[in-house]
């Protein structure tokens, strides 16, 4: 690891490493080539761009992890914590002096390309990489960094060092344990999405599947209104909407639902099954077997539609008779 301190450095080591390196690169952007065919590049490289100071705010989580979330987004994300954090860190570095001034460079190299290099995504999708599971492989970097506080913790007595320690294992621990509860269910697992990240429509979209799940139709209109007024295109919220709507047989509204969908998702075969479901209740029944076959084509799993036409070409055949 260390391949840069003079004990163990060598040119043959770093021109091995860096070949290693370049060889990896190049093999990676064929298969992303490969996978893509050329496509999402743009979008790639903003989202690498909207992600260049992302690894202050995921310092914030790993030193003063204080405001977890299991959905954090860009919104939501306060970058204090991640400042005061980088200030606590300047801090302990400086009353650790002297510095091996090249394994903090390391360090500081592997966390930071890690986080950055790991942002970039062919799609749109920006919120998803500050997801805090990818603190895992850059927290190595972080470590390394911390190694070089030694001095500063053997400069403390003895007992002092360890009621220090020890109350930083104390809180650690409640901290563990309070954000472990919003893994309890489902329900507290989006509560506590929705609660950290407010500003997220599928965090508020799914809490109210959730809510739906439970038959609490009233809390689940509220928060598909709430993830439509954050983005009035996010997928599944107005046919989630149509949902309660044919629960409580307003046929209207669920197809004024159920064709935003459509609009939004036109391969979507469930917002196409229920568009079905509301054309058979009005006796449109050549409508509703168009849209349930349709259905099928994109997903012959559906079984809901396979039996409803099945059903329902039961019955025009018996009224024919």
């Known amino acids: 690891m260390f391949i840069f301190e003079r004990p163990y450095f060598t040119w043959f ?15 990676w952007a064929l298969l992303r080539l490969a996978a893509l065919g050329g496509a999402g590049s743009g979008l790639a490289w903003q989202s690498l761009g909207h992600n260049l100071l992302s690894p202050l705010i995921f310092l914030g989580k790993a030193i003063l992890p204080v405001n977890l979330s299991v959905y954090p987004v860009p919104a939501d994300s306060p970058w204090a914590y991640g400042i005061i954090s980088l200030l606590i860190l300047m801090l302990l570095l400086f009353y650790s002096r002297p510095w091996r001034v090249k394994r903090l460079l390391f360090g500081f190299i592997w966390f930071w390309l890690f986080l950055v290099l790991g942002s970039i995504r062919p799609d749109s999708d920006v919120f998803r990489n500050f997801m805090e599971h990818r603190l895992y492989v850059p927290m190595f970097g972080l470590l390394i960094i911390l190694s070089e506080s030694e001095n500063f913790w053997q400069n403390l007595p003895l007992r002092r060092r360890r009621y220090f320690l020890t109350a930083i294992l104390v809180v650690l621990a409640i901290l563990n344990f309070a954000h472990s509860r919003s893994f309890r269910n489902r329900l507290s697992f989006w509560e506590q ?3 950290s990240s407010p500003h997220s429509a599928l965090a508020q979209r799914n809490l109210g599947a959730m809510y739906y799940l439970d038959e ?12 439509l007024s954050l983005n009035p295109e996010e997928p599944m919220a107005h046919n989630n909407l149509a949902a309660i709507y044919i629960d409580r047989g307003d046929w209207w509204r669920a197809e004024m639902e159920l064709k935003k969908e459509l609009a939004i998702n036109p391969q979507y075969d469930l917002a196409l099954y229920n568009l079905g479901r509301v054309y058979y209740q009005r006796r449109r029944y050549q409508d509703a077997a168009a849209l349930w076959n349709e259905a099928l084509r994109l997903n012959p799993r559906l079984g809901n539609a396979a039996q409803s036409l099945s059903a329902l070409e039961k019955e025009l055949n018996e009224g024919k008779e």
């Open 13 to 27: 080591k770093l021109l091995l490493a860096s070949a290693g390196a370049l060889v990896s690169m190049f093999l």
């Open 193 to 195: 999405a929705v609660d």
């Open 216 to 227: 609490n139709l009233d809390q689940a209109e509220t928060r598909f209104r709430q993830s």
